[in-house]
């Protein structure tokens, strides 16, 4: 049984992949076949968040590459932002978490068989808090593409998967961030499952010369919203 989504209009439901694209295989068996029940409100819990676990957030977990004795292979990256609203008011004190493969394109964990090289010194995770003025900022390498087996020669293009926890934990919103001008993009069903170009567009930060460190790290520069027509289109759970 799935809770259902609430009732939307149209053009925001276009920015949102629907639960079956056959040409993303995994949603054949992960889609709903029968009808959607509403659940009562009142089923589940309203915890209060974010949730932090057992260790508070520090400023470290925010910077991918000083998590171990050594510096990660890969191109150094800024990835920041700011989390918004519908109407553009910044979301202060929402839990941002981040994971990743490391730049060779394999993630640190067990069930990964990419035989890409596992960097010592890079685990792809990291965790911040948004400021009062709704933003966030991480430092960390770009990802590597890796292959999938969702078709002949399937890759997936370089993304961040990004989580989200506002005021209660129901509030979660999990999606991905894709690089500009990257030739996957376009054969990537996970990404073209979102049926309207302008929420793909929403899913691609953008380089900013600004938000660049001379001699250190590019910068990108993603802005996430949480609601209404201009809404970052979220992933469906499995």
């Known amino acids: 049984m799935e809770r259902e989504r609430p009732a939307e209009p149209e053009a925001v439901r276009e ?7 056959p040409d993303y295989l995994s949603t054949v068996a992960r889609a709903p076949r029968r009808q ?34 050594g510096e990660p292979l890969g191109e ?3 990835v920041a932002g700011r989390v ?20 060779a394109g394999r993630y640190a964990e067990p069930e990964d068989r990419h035989p890409a090289p596992l960097d010592p ?6 965790r911040c808090l948004t400021d009062t003025t709704g933003h966030y900022r991480f430092l960390t390498v770009k990802p590597g593409a890796y292959p999938w087996a969702n078709h002949l020669n399937a890759w997936r293009p370089a993304h961040i998967h990004f989580s989200l926890f506002g005021a209660e934990l ?9 690089f500009p001008g990257d030739p996957l993009l376009r054969l990537d069903p996970i990404l073209q499952a979102i ?12 380089f900013d010369l600004e938000l660049t460190e001379p001699e ?9 919203v949480l609601r209404g027509r201009t809404a970052t289109p979220r992933e469906h759970p499995d």
């Not at 009142?42 to 400023?59: D, I, K, M, N, S």
């Not at 010194?121 to 990291?126: K, M, T, V, Y």
């Open 15 to 21: 920015f949102e992949p629907p639960y079956l694209h």
């Open 36 to 69: 959607l029940v509403r659940l009562p409100s009142e089923w589940f819990h309203r915890t209060p968040g974010p949730a932090f676990g057992r260790v508070p957030v520090r400023p470290l977990d925010a910077d991918l590459t000083r998590q171990h004795g």
């Open 216 to 224: 250190w790290a590019l910068g990108y520069r993603w802005d996430i």
């Open 195 to 206: 049926p309207d170009p302008r929420g793909r567009e929403r899913l691609l930060a953008r």
């Open 76 to 78: 150094r990256i800024i």
């Open 121 to 126: 010194n890079f685990s792809g995770a990291g």
């Open 170 to 178: 129901g509030s979660r919103l999990v999606t991905q961030m894709y």
């Open 84 to 103: 918004l609203d519908t109407d553009g008011a910044p979301v202060a004190g929402t839990l941002v978490e981040v994971w990743q493969a490391n730049a």
